[in-house]
């Protein structure tokens, strides 16, 4: 993939609803370093939000997004965020109908103010 291209990502808005099952390798994210903004939703929500996820995870999950300032996760399918989630630019969490039982394990630091809706 074109480093150029994936650098200059700024956004990423997935509509699940037509999503049958879709593997999400860590890899994905890792060279998107001015990603601000992750949706996954589904445009059939509420009839829809109960199921599960439709992402699968072959190799698990790495979000290392120093940028990221919004993430809205309908059904985020694990209990916790990974480790390498670094939220110090992050205003808005929202991790509607997820696993999540704990948002992270270490102390990890913010620069700003965050909503969190889980």
Request: aromatic fraction near 16%.
């Amino acid at each position: 993939m074109d480093t150029e291209i994936v650098t200059s990502v700024r956004g990423i808005f997935l509509d699940m609803s037509q999503v049958t099952d879709m593997p999400l390798y860590s890899w994905v994210f890792a060279k998107m370093c001015n990603l601000w903004y992750l949706k996954f939703y589904t445009s059939t929500c509420p009839r829809e939000c109960e199921g599960d996820c439709k992402l699968n995870f072959p190799d698990g999950l790495s979000l290392p997004l120093e940028e990221i300032r919004y993430l809205d996760w309908l059904k985020f399918p694990l209990e916790e965020l990974p480790s390498d989630f670094n939220p110090k630019n992050l205003v808005d969490l929202r991790l509607p109908y997820s696993k999540i039982k704990q948002v992270w394990k270490a102390y990890k630091v913010r620069t700003s103010p965050c909503h969190f809706y889980i």
